[in-house]
């Protein structure tokens, strides 16, 4: 049996997948990854955790709002406010969280999202065990 090299399985990728799918919006060119590497995926759901868990545990609400604007920087070439609030605001009141949300592909969004409730439920179920 011949080894297929890692180089050749690249190469296939780049032949039947799509990196980025470019999306009109308003006039605005925006471009959507279609895949994030799972180390991506990974850092958005820990950084919007930590952003807002202290020891007495976290917000979920204030996390949704952070995991919103960190999907958008992480998936598209938008620049976003510093601020969590005016990103996200600035995102809702155009409706670009939503486009964005609708043109990444459905398994992506799957993932990210067991990814999120996972992280959740086991920092969670931790927080609770030590108190």
């Given amino acids: 049996m011949a080894k297929i090299k890692v180089g050749e399985l690249k190469d296939l990728r780049k032949e039947f997948c799509k990196d980025v799918d470019i999306v009109d919006f308003h006039g605005l060119d925006i471009e ?40 958008i920087e992480n998936y598209t070439n938008l620049t976003l406010p510093k601020d969590n609030f005016d990103a996200f605001d600035l995102i809702t009141e155009t409706g670009i969280y939503d486009f964005v949300y609708k043109n990444i592909p459905e398994e992506e969004i799957t993932e990210v999202e067991e990814l999120k409730d996972r992280y959740i439920q086991t920092r969670e179920n931790e927080r609770k065990r030590k108190n």
């Fill in 32 to 71: 959507i990854k279609q895949y994030l590497p799972v180390s991506d995926k990974i850092r958005l759901v820990i950084q919007s955790y930590i952003s807002v868990a202290d020891e007495d545990g976290f917000d979920y609400y204030l996390f949704d709002i952070g995991f919103r604007k960190l999907l």
